[in-house]
């Protein structure tokens, strides 16, 4: 038996639905009408920017009320008051990589394992991430997320992808481990590379969100611009280089229903928590090994020797050695240490373009070895290229600026 290439599937099945498929008087409904709405570029492109809008007021919202109205009271009121009365030796290490700075006076500043680590996985990062995937499951349970698949189609051919890679770019937003293996749903090895490493490269998770919206909330806009325009042309060049072709999309696109809460509460329950299965062990190991390496001067050591490439390629001061280092464990953690560093604005948003688009964290390096180690290695080269080049390119828009 022959395997078929693309085009001659693609003439089998219209082939096979001529013969199967009789066309019948069919009543427009109100769904219907719905649906095309939502597929035609000239409609549906603006109702993707409004439900886009909408998912990131809510987002932000629904982070931000639970976040600051009552996360932080809880832990910087109670719960590091509390550590610091009882922790004993307040001057010796194992209260430093615990507790943290024995004179902060919240949680986000003191850097130990039982403060910050606690701090940054169940009072930043949970509301982000329960906001992230309530309005992701409602999306697709709702079926509009097959219908933004067919919208965004001839974009995303531009840079070596079909529209169904909306899918594993969306659950990147709020986990990267999920989004590498939903790279699975494209077809062909090429689309695989090019969306693995981009999405690895350039789309922040939802935890790295949530902190950006809490240290960084006058620059975020400026971040993401840039992630976004290093997802399209870094995209463009990978489709150029790399041999292969993208086939055309074949995708059920279902009526428009009412989700169901039940399904609604399960699939966000089963997310979450997987979640936190992986990412709350790799914070609390972050603060544990970033505060030792502080310890041992391993990070004043670190900075001195990448100081000429910090400070003159990427302008940005030579203590974002540490918060690097912490970025293999957990990028949300890595950015949280930024905000402690004296910067300029523009060296803050440099800095934490840095730390995205800088080796992805452990979880998400492990599932990209289990994908393929070729794979692994390709994207790792093409990692240390882009974070070369774009790291240096906005140092050199700052110059020409002149706010560098």
Avoid at 94 to 101: C, K, M, R, T
Avoid at 105 to 110: H, K, P, V
Avoid at 276 to 298: D, E
Wanted: proline letters at 5%; hydrophobic letters at 55%.
């Amino acid at each position: 038996m022959t395997k078929l290439d693309v085009d001659e599937r693609w003439d089998l099945i219209d082939k096979i639905s001529k013969k199967t498929v009789t066309f019948g008087e069919y009543k427009h409904t109100l769904k219907d009408a719905i649906g095309e709405l939502t597929v035609k570029p000239l409609t549906g492109i603006p109702i993707a920017i409004a439900v886009l809008y909408g998912f990131w007021s809510f987002f932000s919202s629904f982070a931000g009320f639970f976040t600051d109205g009552f996360f932080v009271k809880l832990f910087d009121e109670h719960w590091l008051l509390w550590l610091q009365e009882i922790f004993p030796g307040k001057e010796s290490w194992l209260y430093y990589i615990f507790v943290g700075d024995p004179s902060a006076t919240n949680c986000f500043e003191a850097f130990g394992v039982l403060t910050s680590g606690f701090f940054v996985a169940i009072g930043v990062v949970l509301p982000a991430i329960v906001a992230f995937y309530l309005i992701l499951t409602l999306l697709e349970d709702s079926g509009y997320l097959p219908r933004l698949a067919v919208l965004i189609d001839t974009i995303l051919h531009r840079i070596g992808l079909h529209g169904y890679a909306i899918v594993p770019t969306i659950l990147s937003l709020g986990c990267n481990v999920p989004a590498v293996a939903a790279t699975r749903v494209l077809e062909t090895r090429k689309e695989r590379f090019i969306m693995m490493t981009i999405l690895a490269i350039f789309i922040p998770c939802g935890a790295q969100l949530g902190i950006m919206k809490e240290v960084i909330p006058d620059t975020m806009g400026f971040v993401i611009f840039y992630l976004f325009m290093g997802y399209l042309i870094f995209g463009f060049i990978l489709n150029k280089i790399i041999p292969g072709k993208t086939p055309e999309m074949l995708i059920d696109v279902p009526p428009y229903q009412m989700p169901t809460a039940q399904n609604v509460g399960r699939k966000l329950w089963m997310r979450t928590s997987s979640f936190f299965k992986v990412a709350l062990p790799f914070v609390l190991l972050g603060c544990v090994i970033v505060n030792v390496l502080y310890l041992t001067g391993f990070i004043a050591w670190m900075g001195d020797i990448l100081s000429p490439l910090f400070i003159g390629w990427f302008g940005v001061p030579s203590e974002t050695a540490g918060p690097l280092i912490a970025a293999f464990l957990r990028k949300d953690l890595a950015v949280a240490q930024l905000s402690a560093i004296e910067m300029t604005r523009y060296q803050m948003i440099s800095a934490v373009v840095l730390v995205s688009i800088y080796f992805p964290c452990v979880a998400t390096f492990a599932m990209m070895l289990r994908e393929g180690w070729k794979e692994l290695l390709g994207s790792i080269a093409v990692l240390a290229m882009v974070v070369t080049l774009y790291g240096g390119l906005l140092h050199l828009i700052w110059i020409l600026l002149g706010v560098a």
